[in-house]
């Protein structure tokens, strides 16, 4: 993403080729699903009331939203981008919707004008990057804080409730014992991976990521699909705050505040290379259920959520790091 | 003479293409020594090791009779070796002052910039050099050539042993080129040892005494100036006589194909206006910066140009993004194949079908055995070498990757084939079966514009011969009437300081 | 003592249907303050601790990092998950608790609103231990400062947040008390600002109230960060003796301002017998000796009777306690 | 030319800075008065000192997003040690503060160089790691007032010299340090460079994993030293809220001041009048009674507006350049 992680010239010489399997071993994918199973032991371990799946069910909810808005995030960062807005995305169009909705519009179209708002503020994201071409990961922090900063002008600290029956507490219907967001969750994720892995569409996402000029070279319309990426980014957010509303059954400005590190987060530890090019959806939906089992295993053992903010940065950190270092050594 | 440098042995490979293979050189005190050959020869490539630039894969290197292990640009300074890049490294937000001082002011980390002094240093420095540069402004916006010069004055301050110049020439304009000489002899007479790496023949007999030149990364001879005529010299860089250099195979020349017209670029390009026919091979010289890169960059609408009309076959094409110019038939090989070309990490089936996705996925849905098949099948009708189609195409050769770029382009059937620097980097074998193709597509009655440095490249392939310089069209040779020295006369700058 | 566990015991396991249950004899209660590294519920903590440890009651307590309207809600869920009896909560916010704090309480968890109510959703918790009535804070703010200037002069409010529910109560008082009462008539309210509990943001709306209104005679700031803020922008400004500052605060936090004069009298209540009364409530109402009824009372030691009011709403103490010079030596919180 | 540029950046501010004091003493008289500047310059020597060590930082091309966290862990070191060891002079809590920023800054620049990672992400991650230990150091313990040492806190309220509080000038002092640092000492210099030409500076023997390094602990530092300067003003330290968003002010103050995020173009003097800037806006706010949820609004604002100009700034210099030299 800055040129200053680019290598000197002199050391610019292409990997040797690697055997398959260690291609197969070493992918970032395998190591989350490892630790993913490490942290289910450990939390079994750590408290008796964690090994009850109703519960990790009931409680992952709390963290669906973020996976939702991280499995678009994976792309936008294979794409070689990154943008670090959505949870203020999020509280904006949420806010948006709210006010509206308190201003008397019916809520159906509250929400599709909650949504509509995630599409502008997707938009004005990537027109400052795709446009404007300015590097995606400041001018994304700039919008985190105008939006954070809107949604705080438009709704106060207020929190806005009195939504209708129907609305509230998406994350209490359940098939069998499923909430409707993992479901969603689920199903997204599965599409995302459909539609990266096996589409030209995905195919080229790959390509920008590797190498944007290569990538117009080679005919792919690279502004329109990065633009079109932002824009999707925005309107996940804006479901996700959605959903978040209906979860809460109110909505505040400082909805989803300091979400978009664990959606960062994330997308990191799925394997997903910050400099584009490489990841996948697969990992950050199995990185998602790291986090709810991490968050959740510790909440129910009573370990200080001060230490949860430790884990999550460490977690953060090692993740770059590792997948930097399987990546590093063919991406140049 | 006593040699200063001594090189023994070196070999170098990148990416297991070696491009320099069991060097031995010597480089004498007081001389100037002319590093000859084709791009890709390895001439550049010893010069950077000298300049520790790169590492050799193996050999030694010798300074004045004692080995040293050159390992970095910054241990070779301290040796007093210098070199001038091609493409001067500069800090565009520093002064001109500054950039002459970094890395050589001594003292601590906390050690006072001495400001006055430095200024009044780089003044002296330039007033040497006879070039006027106000050395407080910021280096970002100097051309070239001043860049260039300032590069040269660095290598002055820091008294070095041996200087390279890597190109110098190539942008300069004659009476620079002259400055540039002045210097380099007064240097020699001081006593320095000075490297030259040029293409240009009389820039090599005016100025160097000794000269070596490199073919395939190994050193042919090396010789006192005098000792070889110009056609013994290209003779060596190219291997063969100049005259059985050609592959041209008579093809019928069709109806025009790409028709420009006062094509524009504020900044690289303008009133460029010229047509290719179909079966014709249109080559593009001139030097380094000339603006033909650009206006290949514009036809096919990477960097769209500001006015000017592309036709396309009679039809008026308007071309905003390249994926326009593809679906009107266009097709380009671009010259940095790194960056622009191949995707690196990406699988080689992926490459070569990048750019026909309709064909791969019809329905949106990516079809694995299609694309396997596709790939498969210009494999082995371009003869690429490799391990697996699954295989990422940064594992390959530059040759093969080249190849491989050529593919996806075939893939497309165009019309228009724009190639720019085809055969740059890559080793003579693949070259001559590049030719091949070349010829082969022109027979197809495929319209082709060939960009190249390498002059006898485009004596031998092409029809005719449109030269660029200062981004304008100088030039539109019949092949009956094209030779080297025409070409380059066309090339160099007419008039001094326009660049300046 | 033995036999009342015992029975509690029996209550728990009856209490606890399907939900995972802890094999315990004792009342276990979980406290979750708004946000850790609060000072205030440091001493709440200690008087739930004290009580548990003569009561015979397990407690503990989980803290989110930082008091966001949702911060609380996954602890919530894990404290239910770990089948306690009684969740007691100062909850972040009026509403958004609302549907996991039924779900806790469908699985058999007494849900308790500690310092803090659901305002307009008090059937989402089953009672709530409030220090005073609320409604007497206004007044006595207004008293207090009334009697440090004379009951004249300009007057201006520093609070927390726009909407914070129980400033808000308060200020609404105050203004009819100003408005009302013949005593204050000389009294005029200027200005009412919000630093919303952010010490950067409330310096520099007191900083803003000192320099817009020069004639201002004294501030109220019912939020300990708001009036501690104050204390520091008059000290800094050395306009101890023009203009005079009450409001609510802790004591270790007002400590050097009202020894140095900044601050000659503010007052709060005790948080420390909130949680000694929300422990001795809840264990009482699990072993079945004490009714969650309105009009029902019960004896806690050191606090005497304890009357469930409406809503099922309990105060600690009847009036504010003030502190001054003379006292606030006596208080560590 | 970018010195021109820079120029016009500069006067630009203090025409900005000029027409919010006009104009908001036109709305509200009494705006224009000495108090306001006191106020003004009591709002800005924390934003002011951490705005010149992430100036540094972004110069080099990087950026630290850990500064607010940094800046709570020192404030709660130094709060804890007045607190735990009230023998010990004032001053040894006031350099154990320093020193830890200057140790969280390290690691940052460590984790940067060693492994080659963009700065913004690292420093995400270490902006939560930081703030989890400053829980975990102050067991969750908030550190009142009583226990900040007077003369600390007077040092927010005034001094011999016609008494402007020792804080604003110490900020302006260590303004004006990191000024001739910056421009006259070897390692300022190479510090642009770095940041004009990352690839480039190793060329010419800039030994840039020392320097990176050496900025990322500065900028630690000062961010310490800023916490020192949190527990003189607002007198007590508190590990939830101490620091909390203020990366965001100070980002914004120094792009606003003129520094590239691109790197190598910048000047305290831009910076400096960056942070005035936002304090000016930070006073005016409440004085004409708009709410304070404006604030971070502006500040995104404040941001993209500044890194927009820059951009247009950056093309037009590009522009200039390929004019004159084709592209080679």
Known sequence: ?332 | MTALVSARGVSKSFAGVEVLRDVDLDLAAGEVHALLGENGAGKSTFARIVAGVHRPTSGTIALGGAPVDIASPVIAQSLGITLIHQEPISFPDLSVAENLVLGRSAGGPLARVPWAAMTRDARRLMDVLGVRIDVTRPMRGLSIADQQMVEIARALASDARLIIMDEPTASLTPNEVATLFTIARRLRDEGRAIVFISHRLEEVRDLCDRVTIFRDGARVETAAIGALSDAEIIRRMIGRPHQDYMHKTGVAIGGVALKITGLTRRGAFADISFDVRHGEIVGMGGLVGAGRTDVARAIFGVEPADSGTIEIDGKPATIREPSDAIALGLAFVPEDRAVAGIFRSLSVEANITAAVPGKIAPRGFIRRAVEKTLAADAVKRLRIRLASVRQPIGELSGGNQQKAILARWLMTDPSVLILDEPTRGIDIGVKAEFYDMIGDLAAQGRAILLISSELPELLALCDRVLVMSEGRLTADIPRSEATQERIMSAAVPASAGAAA | MKRRSLLAGLAVAASLMGGAAIAQDAVSIVYIPKNTGNPYFDSLEAGFRDACASLGCEFTTAAPATAEATSQIPFITAQTQRGVDVITISPNSPDALNQVLDRARERGVLVLAVNGDLVGNETHRDAAILPVDFKKTGPGQVELLGSMIGYEGEIAILSATTDAPDQNTWIAAMLDTLANDPKYAKMKLVATVYGDDDPQKSTTEAEALLQTYPDLKGIISPTTVGVAAAAQVIQSAGKADTVKLTGLGTPNQMRPFVKDGTVSAFQLWSPYNEGVLAAHFAVGLKNGTIRNEVGATFEVPDLGTITIGENNVMNTQAELTTFDAENIDAFNF | MIGALLARREVGLIVMIALVALVVGLIEPRFLTAETLRIVTLAIPLILVAAMGQMMVILARHVDLSIGAILGFAAIVAGMIFRDMPQLPTIVGVLAAIACGAVLGLANGLVVTTFNLPSIIVTLGTLSLYRGLVFLVSGSRQVDPQFIPRGLISMSQTSPIFGIPWIVLIAFAIALATWAFLGYTRTGRQIYAIGSNPVAAPLRSIRVTPVTLFVFTLSGALAGVAGVMYAARFGYVNPGITGVGFEFIVIAAVVVGGVSINGGVGSVLGVTLGVIFLGMVNVALPILGVSAFWQSAIYGAVILLALVVDRTVRIRGAAALTLSRGTA
């Open chain 1, 1 to 332: 993403m800055t040129d200053a992680s680019l290598p000197a010239p002199g050391v610019q010489n292409a990997a040797p080729a690697r055997p398959r399997w260690q291609v197969l071993l070493v992918r970032p994918e395998t190591g989350t699903l490892l630790l993913l199973v490490g942290a289910i032991i450990v939390a079994a371990n750590l408290s008796p009331f964690f090994s009850d799946l109703r519960f990790i069910l009931e409680s992952s909810t709390y963290y669906m939203e973020f996976g939702l808005v991280a499995l678009v995030l994976t792309l936008v960062i294979i794409s070689g981008e990154i943008d670090l807005s959505p949870a203020a995305m999020m509280a904006l169009s949420a806010c948006v919707f709210a006010s509206l909705f308190q201003a008397g519009l019916p809520i159906g179209l509250a929400m599709v004008a909650g949504v509509a708002t995630g599409a502008a503020l997707g938009a004005f994201n990537g027109f400052l990057v795709v446009v404007l071409q300015l590097p995606s990961i400041i001018a994304t922090i700039g919008t985190l804080t105008l939006f954070r900063g809107l949604s705080q002008v438009l709704a106060g600290d207020r929190s806005i409730s009195g939504f209708p029956a129907w609305f509230m507490g998406i994350d209490w219907r359940t098939v069998g014992i499923v909430p409707y967001p993992v479901i969603g969750f689920t199903l997204a994720a599965l599409a995302l991976a459909v539609l990266l892995g096996m589409t030209v569409w995905g195919r080229q996402i790959y390509q920008i990521g590797v190498s944007e000029i290569a990538a117009r070279h080679a005919g792919v319309r690279v502004r329109r699909i990065k633009f079109g990426l932002f824009v999707a980014m925005g309107v996940t957010s804006a479901l996700a705050g959605l959903l978040t509303a209906s979860r809460l059954a109110s909505v505040r400005y400082d909805m989803a505040t300091g979400g978009e590190l664990q959606m960062v987060l994330m997308v990191m530890l799925g394997g997903t290379y910050i400099f584009g090019g490489r990841g996948g959806v697969l990992g950050t939906f199995l990185a998602a259920w790291l986090l709810v089992i991490i968050a959740t295993g510790m909440n129910v053992a009573n370990i200080v959520v001060t230490s949860q903010l430790v884990v999550m940065g460490l977690l953060l950190i090692g993740s770059i790091i590792a997948t930097n270092a399987i990546y590093a050594r063919t991406q140049r």
